[in-house]
């Protein structure tokens, strides 16, 4: 028998002492928060590959870095650029980010009837209506809140961020946890 502070426990009977299985407990979620931080920094790794491809093969394109959030701009729009509080109007397709390019096999929502005809996807937003949304960080994902904050009417863009940004940790519907995201936009309206 052994005492360490104050309490009393038999290393051959099996018995863990108390402190012993909280310095247990505290290394597994050190190593899964190393872990779970390492696949977010492999993700942002894949993201900027993937950015860094679409720039080379297409001059036309830019990036703005905002927060975690990357948005690829593949045709820019004009007027008001969308601030914190503004109203956005738009059409889009959501995809699980793999790495290399937007796959239909990625594909979990959609309102652009045109993007889910080419997926022969049935699952999407009923009817095809341009989705609204206030530039509100309680209404939008991260990711989103910050990749969409600054585009403009008429804006064509790839908003991409890591698992870190979007659903963390929660498994929603088709999208596994921990995923990294990428939404295509086509900006209709921005609204004061």
């Known amino acids: 028998m052994h005492r360490i502070f104050n309490k ?22 050190g190593c899964t928060k190393q872990s779970l931080e390492t696949t977010y920094s492999r993700q942002e790794d894949r993201i900027d590959s993937y950015i860094t491809s679409q720039l080379e093969n297409n001059s036309s394109y830019s990036v703005v870095h905002n927060h975690g959030s990357n948005r690829l701009i593949i045709s820019g729009g004009s007027g008001n650029a969308l601030e914190a509080g503004g109203t956005l109007t738009f059409l889009y397709a959501g ?71 979007g659903y963390g940790n929660r498994h ?16 209709k309206n921005v609204s004061e």
């Open 8 to 29: 009393t426990f038999s290393l051959t009977h099996g018995r863990i002492p108390a402190f012993l299985a909280a310095a247990a407990i505290i290394v597994a979620a």
């Open 95 to 165: 995809y699980v980010f793999s790495g290399s390019s937007l796959s239909a096999s990625g594909l979990f929502a959609t309102n652009n009837r045109t993007i889910a005809e080419e997926a022969g996807w049935n699952l999407t937003d009923a009817d095809f209506s341009d989705k609204e949304v206030k530039l509100d960080e309680d209404e939008l994902l991260e990711g989103l809140y910050y990749g969409l904050e600054g585009v403009r009417a008429g804006e064509e863009c790839i908003v991409i961020f890591s698992g870190k940004y």
């Open 172 to 187: 929603v519907g088709t999208i596994p946890a921990n995923s990294a995201l990428a939404y295509h936009i086509w900006v």
